[in-house]
């Protein structure tokens, strides 16, 4: 058999075990979605959303880029945020980061990767924000540090959006989040949370 046809009777025999567990499984979740969390999350495939919190289908509102960024010209990110912000009024917003992260260290290195230069560069913006504390770091450490400051920007980016300082002011929410997962423990730390209408800088600030 090949690798992706285990992938097709898997899911045959995952689907036929909710059912078992519980016949209006599928029915109940095709008729609508109300998740709680829209996820910003890094799209390494060991960081996946609902099994590290332990969640269900429908629960959990998915955006993953490489190095979970919060890009301002991204339309995708973008079009998710403001879906699950003004049509499915999400409470929380995580963006979850995880040491060990390949777009951070390729962030960090100075090999030409093509296209991908352009995405890393965000990156590397974070980096030259934050190089007096980095650069007294090394190897594993900066990586590590990198990763966690740039979840603490990404958050910021967040509050830097139109889409969430609307909510902030008509309905106090969504609560931002910023954690990052450590992959050889399974365990997800909790870096910064800023409250609904938290002060920016007010050069972010629109009305
Ligand atoms: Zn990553």
């Given at each position: 058999m090949k690798s992706y046809e285990k992938l097709l009777l898997e899911n045959k025999a995952w689907a036929a075990e909710q059912v078992g567990k519980d016949p209006e499984y599928f029915s109940r979740l095709s008729h609508l979605q109300t998740p709680e969390f829209l996820w910003?999350?890094?799209?390494?495939?060991?960081?996946?959303?609902?099994?590290?919190?332990?969640?269900?289908?429908?629960?959990?509102?998915?955006?993953?880029?490489?190095?979970?960024?919060?890009?301002?010209?991204?339309?995708?990110m973008l079009s998710v945020l403001q879906y699950a912000v003004q049509v499915l009024k999400v409470k929380h917003i995580i963006v979850c980061g995880h040491y060990g992260c390949g777009g951070v260290r390729a962030a960090l290195s100075h090999q030409d990767l093509g296209l991908i230069n352009k995405w890393l560069r965000n990156i590397k913006d974070v980096y030259y924000f934050h190089k007096d504390?980095?650069?007294?770091?090394?190897?594993?450490?900066?990586?590590?540090?990198?990763?966690?400051?740039?979840?603490?920007?990404?958050?910021?980016?967040?509050?830097?959006?139109?889409?969430?300082?609307?909510?902030?002011?008509?309905?106090?929410?969504?609560?931002?989040?910023?954690?990052?997962?450590?992959?050889?423990?399974?365990?997800?730390?909790?870096?910064?949370?800023?409250?609904?209408?938290?002060?920016?800088?007010?050069?972010?600030?629109y009305d």
């Open positions: 910003i999350g890094c799209s390494d495939s060991r960081v996946p959303a609902n099994e590290i919190t332990n969640t269900a289908p429908g629960e959990i509102f998915v955006h993953r880029n490489i190095a979970n960024m919060v890009v301002h010209t991204d339309l995708n504390e980095l650069q007294g770091l090394e190897g594993d450490a900066r990586v590590d540090r990198l990763t966690e400051l740039n979840v603490q920007e990404q958050v910021m980016n967040l509050a830097k959006t139109s889409i969430v300082q609307m909510a902030w002011r008509s309905e106090n929410r969504p609560t931002l989040h910023g954690w990052v997962y450590r992959l050889t423990d399974g365990i997800l730390h909790n870096l910064i949370r800023m409250d609904p209408n938290t002060s920016i800088d007010p050069v972010y600030t």
